[in-house]
Nanobody, 121 residues
């Protein structure tokens, strides 16, 4: 069974940093675009960042541009989300996804279970 496993979430103070990792099990996702989404309580899941299969192109939500960086390490079949200058409004469950290039969750076929990120003020 294909799974995406996220790690790296936790509690951090405003202004701090965290790095999320996403590693698939069961298959390789080298040819897939990878995305990060997040969902705060009472809100819809929203796009955060995406990277193409080759890693040549990235895209970010305006709310995280300049603070977050998505990258992928093909040798380890792993995708990262480096989050700097975190704000309380970044608090959410963060999900890793694999699929087609885009900002809609409907463009992604495989999802992780999510990892909680909490930013205290």
């Amino acid at each position: 069974q294909v799974q995406l496993v996220e790690s790296g979430g936790g509690l951090v103070q405003a202004g701090g940093s965290l790095r999320l990792s996403c590693a698939p099990s069961g298959r390789t996702f080298i040819r897939y675009s990878m995305g990060w989404f997040r969902q705060a309580p009472g809100t819809d899941r929203e796009f955060v960042a995406a990277i193409t299969g080759g890693g040549g192109s990235t895209n970010y939500a305006d709310s995280v541009k300049g603070r977050f960086t998505i990258s992928r390490e093909s040798a380890k079949n792993t995708v990262y989300l480096q989050m700097n200058s975190l704000k309380p409004e970044d608090t959410a469950v963060y999900y890793c996804a694999a699929g087609s290039w885009g900002t809609s969750e409907h463009q992604y076929d495989y999802w992780g279970q999510g990892t909680q990120v909490t930013v205290s003020s």
